[in-house]
């Protein structure tokens, strides 16, 4: 059984550039969570997905977006980096409510 | 607004002893809590979920309670280690069941 795989592990971005983060959810699970954790922070809820739709979001704006898969992967994109887009960005996978949720080993992105 | 609190936010034990970490949250109508573990800079590991309608759940070393009325749970460490050294966050499940809410964390250092 496969854990929650997120590529890259790092990233350095300038401010107003465009990235994408990618999230491999664990074998089974169906739903997947995307989360920013700044520094000393707990991780902030930015949304979630099941079956290919938007199931929730947490007050981020809309240059946060995200996609999920037919094989249930996500990519999490924003757009217009800002300096305090910095942060860890945590994948979780679960199985829509069931069982509790499986997290990734996150990207740390850089805005410079 | 669900909010989680997590008390004490830093923790320094001697090798052996046994320990509580407090997690409190103002919202009852909860799905579910998890207890997670974070190495610095690393993704999230899951300890021990309860469910609502359970009082607790144990995993070797690890014991956590939940009282839904009273909106706290605790987490129970016997005989620390240093290798328990690390950030513990409390999480619970609301929102219709498709987000978890963070604490800010324990960060806990166990010294030989």
């Known amino acids: 059984e496969t854990g929650v795989t997120q590529s890259p592990t790092h990233l350095i971005k300038t401010r107003g550039q465009q990235v994408t983060l990618r999230c491999s959810s664990q074998?089974?699970?169906?739903?997947v969570s995307w989360y920013q954790q700044a520094l000393g922070q707990g991780p902030q809820f930015i949304f979630q997905y099941y079956r290919e739709e938007e199931n929730g979001r947490g007050n981020f704006p809309p240059r946060f977006s995200g996609l999920q898969f037919p094989n249930y992967s996500s990519e999490l994109n924003v757009n217009a980096l800002e300096l305090d887009d910095s942060a860890l960005y945590l994948c979780?996978?679960?199985?829509?409510?069931?069982?509790?949720?499986?997290f990734g080993s996150g990207t740390r992105l850089t805005v410079v | 607004k669900q909010e989680v609190t997590q008390i004490p936010a830093a923790l320094s034990v001697p090798e052996g002893e046994n320990l509580v970490l407090n997690c409190s949250f103002t919202?009852?109508?909860?799905?579910?809590l998890q207890w997670f573990r974070q190495d610095p800079g690393k993704g999230l590991t899951s300890l021990l979920l309860i469910q609502s309608s359970q009082r607790e759940q144990t995993s070797g070393r690890l014991n956590a309670s939940l009282d839904k009325s009273s909106g706290r749970s605790t987490l129970y460490i016997a005989a620390s280690q240093p290798g328990d050294s690390a950030t513990y966050l409390c999480?619970?499940?609301?929102?219709?069941?498709?987000?978890?809410?963070f604490g800010t964390g324990t960060q806990l250092k166990v010294e030989l």
């Open positions: 999480a619970v499940e609301t929102g219709g069941g498709n987000k978890l809410t």
């Open positions: 074998s089974g699970h169906n739903t």
């Open positions: 979780a996978s679960s199985l829509r409510g069931l069982y509790g949720y499986t």
């Open positions: 919202d009852s109508a909860i799905y579910n």
